[in-house]
């Protein structure tokens, strides 16, 4: 009972709504997830050609080592270009997941923005890395100015955290930062730290987010007697 409890305590604001929209609309809810699948799935595909690594290599592959002005310009795209060494059916499965339920909750033009500040936060924390140098907790080594940084895998951990937030779900989103924290522990690489920039980042918006409810609630004045909820259903 005590587990049951506490699941309806901490999901079930947020199954509510997700439940609601998949019932009455099914997979016209979540276009924008859908499109982000079949954009990664196809730039999986192309991967696996010479000529299409290339074009991919071109428009989404984004490195510390390149110029700023073009690692920004390929930044929005390499969120959906699958990680060369990791199974594409892992980022696949975290989109559909994550992002469907951004989705529903967030909407579509929040949803994009959490996922792209979160990106762009992995992505500048791996030049600021490598320029502070090898030595200290979040520094990182030359070398990984060469790596590949691509991959939905920041974006889907920001996103997360944002809508246990916004849905306070605050003990899942808690498990999902330790994760990451021991990810690092466990194998220090660019991809795990960059996590962690990215659930900074979504910290930051968090709080942001909540000091300016509370100043509009000021500038309100005493609620009207109506309980405050969770977010309603964003179209």
Same mark, same amino acid.
């Given at each position: ?18 439940? /609601?929209? @998949?019932? !009455? ?32 290599? *071109?428009? *989404?592959?984004? %490195?510390? $080592? ?7 310009? %390929? ?8 990680? @060369? ?8 499965? /975290?989109? #559909? #997941?994550?992002?469907?339920?951004? $989705?529903?909750?967030? *909407?579509?033009? %929040?949803? @994009? &923005? ?14 600021? *890395? ?12 030359? +070398? ?14 920001? #996103? ?8 306070? &779900?605050?003990?899942?989103?808690? @498990? ?19 996590? #962690? ?10 709080? !942001? ?7 509009? %609630? ?16 964003? +179209?």
């Amino acid at each position: 009972m005590k587990a049951a409890a506490f699941a309806r305590r901490e999901w079930g604001p947020l199954y509510a709504p997700v439940r /609601q929209a @998949l019932v !009455a609309r099914r997979w016209r809810a979540i276009p924008l997830t859908l499109a982000a699948v079949g954009l990664t799935a196809g730039f999986y595909v192309l991967q696996q050609q010479s000529w299409g690594l290339r074009m991919v290599h *071109g428009i *989404g592959f984004v %490195r510390a $080592e390149d110029p700023l002005w073009l690692a920004l310009l %390929r930044t929005p795209l390499s969120l959906f270009v699958p990680a @060369l060494d990791l199974p594409v059916w892992g980022a696949l499965a /975290q989109i #559909l #997941l994550v992002f469907g339920v951004a $989705e529903i909750t967030l *909407g579509r033009w %929040r949803t @994009l &923005a959490v996922a792209y500040v979160s990106t762009l936060a992995g992505t500048t924390y791996a030049r600021i *890395g490598i320029a502070v140098g090898p030595d200290g907790p979040f520094s990182l080594p030359a +070398s990984d100015a060469h790596i590949v940084d691509t991959g939905p895998s920041a974006a889907v951990v920001g #996103l997360a955290v944002f809508v246990c937030y916004r849905y306070g &779900a605050y003990v899942t989103a808690a @498990l999902v930062i330790v994760a990451m924290i021991i990810e690092v522990i466990v194998k220090p690489n660019l991809a795990g730290k960059e996590h #962690l920039a990215a659930i900074a980042a979504v910290l930051v918006v968090c709080v !942001a987010e909540a000091l300016w409810r509370r100043r509009r %609630r000021g500038r309100q004045g005493p609620a009207s007697g109506r309980r405050s909820g969770a977010p309603p259903i964003r +179209s």
